[in-house]
């Protein structure tokens, strides 16, 4: 569920040496993808580049055209928009079109050997010093020699943008509470719905420190940090103190420095400053969102070990991010929901319901929310099987009272595991009130073997709800007979098959009452 991977059906084309020194024997000038940094992440738009079509391969030999039968094919371009899959980072999706001219000096002014074209970019890979745009042929034929122009979708790249810088900024909190020491990246995978970030530690990442990283980036996220990225001499960018290279990496004479709340060039004013620590520094070739706020929201989704001394965290921005917070609160309040259960069987069942939709791969959870319900419903778990196991009904009511204080309702209705006896049930009642003063409440005792039910009811004169009136709406729908007065009542019947039904009717009837 947490991999980032291409399509099922994609599929992938390469230039081997063979085809990228051929090129340079064809005197085929090198794809210069510097343009790929001009883009307005504020409004989500970016240039329309001219360009050339230089070659067109398809996987076996570079042809002079293609057309719709071509099926895959790969466009090599003199310059580009579109960012290449690289430093973990997946390639940019969008449209190739028809330029001015065809190649051979015409245009639509100049006769009509002009055509339009349209290519539909799937995937970018950059061979050597030329970069395939990989993909179809959606009308037209194209040739090489063609003017073309770059279209990027820029609505794709801007959650990859957002997840690749959020994975300097989750970087940085490691270290801060992880220990210089102990962190170092071991490699990283971003795409538009998630980031995947690899590092080395010693053991499982506690759930503290799972929160305080989160802590850490919201504060990122709050103090809306500019974000600067400058291309400078690696001579230069090493002295900066705080920076964070990938170990092992081999880095280019020239290297791009995306820096996360300060400018470059601040930074190699005065590059020996221990202030620089504060800040998120690397070497990165990948896109940038340029202001933290942009993240809008972070969560954790998953922490694992993947070989010795290594872990991995999955976590995402945005609306993703977004969607998992809410995602949890929806489930958290149905979790809480069954705190009131006292019916072993009921509660079980439902308990069994909601951890099978948590263990669903669809399912994405913030990884804190995750284990507090895992843990919670364990203890759901737990109190069934106790209840099952002692029929302790004075346990119950006192479990039920809190559940009810805790979930800040006005009233509680429930079974409680007394049997048909109204002494029993009135005991339940008083724990009941003792440990949540103010609050209503209608609890039902069944003796199964002789299909009875009894029932009793309190309410508080603060509330507007009378319990005689309360308990008629019981018998009106389970049988029996009963009354009593406004702040107490009770009831009992010979057909305890309807208490389920009457436990309905009784939260309906309590839930109108409260509600004018």
């Known amino acids: ?88 980072q997946v390639a940019d999706k969008g449209v ?45 034929t194209v040739s090489a020699g063609s003017d073309a122009i770059c279209l990027v979708d820029y609505a794709n790249r801007m959650p990859i943008a957002s997840n690749h810088t959020a994975t300097h900024v989750l970087n940085f909190a490691l270290l801060k509470h992880l220990g210089q020491d102990d962190v170092s990246q071991k490699g990283s995978l971003v795409d538009g719905e998630k980031l995947r970030f690899d590092f080395n530690h010693n053991g499982p990442v506690s759930l503290e420190k799972i929160e305080a990283v989160e802590k850490e980036f919201a504060k990122v996220i709050d103090a809306k940090l500019d974000i600067y990225s400058q291309e400078v001499p690696q001579i230069s960018a090493i002295q900066i103190d705080g920076l964070r290279a990938v170990f092992g990496e081999t880095y280019p004479d020239n290297v791009r420095v995306v820096s996360v709340g300060k400018s470059v060039k601040e930074l190699l004013r005065n590059p020996k400053n221990p202030e620089w620590r504060n800040y998120s520094i690397e070497f990165c070739g990948g896109t940038h969102v340029d202001n933290s706020s942009y993240f809008e929201n972070f969560v954790i989704l998953h922490e694992e070990g993947i070989s010795k001394g290594v872990r991995r965290l999955i ?105 048909a006896n109204g002494k029993s049930l009135s005991a339940a009642l008083t724990e009941f009130e003792k440990k949540a003063p103010g609050k209503a409440a209608l609890l039902f005792g069944v003796d199964s073997t002789k ?30 007979k009963g009354g ?26 309590a839930t109108e009452k409260l509600s004018k």
């Open 1 to 88: 569920a947490f991999g980032v991977q291409k399509a099922k059906d994609a599929v992938t084309l390469r230039l081997e040496v063979e085809q990228t020194d051929r090129l340079q024997r064809m005197g085929c000038p090198i794809t210069n993808d510097n343009h790929k940094y001009l883009w307005s992440v504020s409004q989500g738009v970016g240039p329309a580049l001219p360009a050339r079509v230089i070659a067109i391969w398809n996987g076996k030999d570079f042809v002079r055209k293609a057309d719709r039968s071509s099926e895959t094919v790969g466009l090599v371009l003199d310059r580009t928009t579109f960012y290449a899959e690289a430093g973990g």
């Open 96 to 140: 190739i079109s028809a330029g001015a001219g065809n190649g051979d000096g015409q245009t639509p002014d100049g006769g009509e050997s002009w055509q339009f074209w349209e290519f539909d970019v799937t995937d970018v890979q950059k061979f050597g010093s030329f970069v395939l745009h990989i993909g179809s042929i959606k009308s037209g």
């Open 315 to 419: 976590a995402t921005t945005r609306s993703s991010a977004r969607q998992a917070l809410k995602t949890a609160q929806t489930l958290q309040a149905r979790v809480n929901a069954l705190g009131v259960i006292q019916d072993a069987g009921v509660l079980n069942e439902e308990v069994s319901k909601l951890r099978s939709e948590m263990e669903n791969e669809n399912c994405i959870l913030p990884l804190v929310q995750r284990r507090a319900m895992e843990n919670q419903l364990g203890e759901l778990k737990k109190k069934a099987s106790k209840v099952t196991s002692s029929g302790d009904f004075l346990e119950a009511a006192v479990q039920l009272a809190e559940a009810t204080v805790a979930s800040g309702a006005n009233f509680a209705v429930a079974e409680v595991p007394a049997g």
């Open 451 to 480: 299909n009875k039910y009894a029932v009793i009811a309190s309410a508080p004169a603060s509330l507007n709800l009378n319990a005689n009136e309360w308990i008629q709406a019981v018998v009106a729908v389970a049988g029996g």
């Open 484 to 509: 009593g007065k406004a702040d107490k009542a009770q009831a009992a019947g010979d057909d305890a098959s309807k208490v389920q039904e009457a436990i309905a009717a009784a939260k309906k009837f």
